[in-house]
């Protein structure tokens, strides 16, 4: 089966710019996760959608935020882009909703935000 | 929060040689997962974990659940090129919560 899909892959924005990246987890999954990585900081985590409802939530500002769809896609909004915005968006899916049997990731989506 | 410490940071050694990372934090999880990334993609799962004390291989792969629930460790055997990328565990509480390590860079020089 199909696995994450992320898209883009790539994204050059500027600063003060808004973006909005996408994520269509494996077929059956519920639900969806977004992490941001960056070089020495490991992944952080940003949301996690379950059946179109955010169940979790990280510590980021309000700039970020996320919605997920019936067909379980999820699409995750940064407004007025800052530098330190830039990084790897990667979404992970979960057939259980809870993650302890592991997350299937994406390829992400690399921000650069000049 | 949550918080793991993943040490080493980085490491560099000759191709055949075995490694060893570990995980530990100041909470309880009830899974510990171990991931692999490679560079340009997104993280794998390598080995899942459920009971403190469980032990579990995936070919040269050996993963343990600390008996404290507390912490986990991840050893490779007589390592290849191939396994060179970033190795992550992650902590996951019946709470529905993961958090990651920051982790550990693995370079093979052949």
């Known amino acids: 089966k199909a696995g994450v899909t992320q898209t883009p892959r790539y994204l050059i924005k500027t600063r003060g710019q808004q973006v909005t990246l996408s994520c269509s987890p494996i077929?059956?999954?519920?639900?969806v996760s977004w992490y941001q990585q960056t070089p020495g900081q490991g992944l952080q985590f940003l949301f996690e959608?379950?059946?179109?409802?955010?169940?979790n939530k990280g510590n980021f500002p309000g700039r970020f935020s996320g919605r997920q769809f019936s067909n379980s896609r999820s699409e995750m909004n940064v407004s007025t882009l800052e530098l330190g915005d830039s990084a790897l968006y990667l979404c992970?899916?979960?057939?259980?909703?809870?993650?302890?049997?592991?997350?299937?990731f994406g390829s992400g989506t690399r921000l650069t935000v000049v | 929060g949550q918080q793991l410490n993943q040490s080493p940071q980085s490491m560099f050694i000759q191709e055949g040689e075995d490694v060893s990372m570990n995980c530990t934090s100041s909470?309880?999880?009830?899974?510990w997962l171990w991931y692999k990334q490679d560079p340009g993609e997104g993280p794998v799962l390598l080995i899942a974990?459920?009971?403190?004390?469980e032990l579990t291989s995936n070919g040269r792969l050996t993963a343990q659940f600390g008996i404290t629930r507390k912490d986990s460790f991840l050893n490779i055997s007589a390592s290849i090129p191939s396994d060179v990328g970033i190795y992550f565990c992650?902590?996951?509480?019946?709470?529905?919560?993961?958090?990651f390590g920051d982790g550990t860079t693995l370079t093979v020089k052949p």
């Open positions: 974990l459920y009971k403190a004390g």
């Open positions: 959608y379950f059946s179109e409802t955010q169940r």
């Open positions: 909470s309880i999880f009830n899974t």
């Open positions: 992650a902590g996951h509480t019946n709470a529905g919560k993961s958090t």
């Open positions: 077929s059956g999954h519920r639900s």
């Open positions: 992970a899916s979960s057939a259980t909703g809870t993650g302890s049997y592991g997350y299937t």
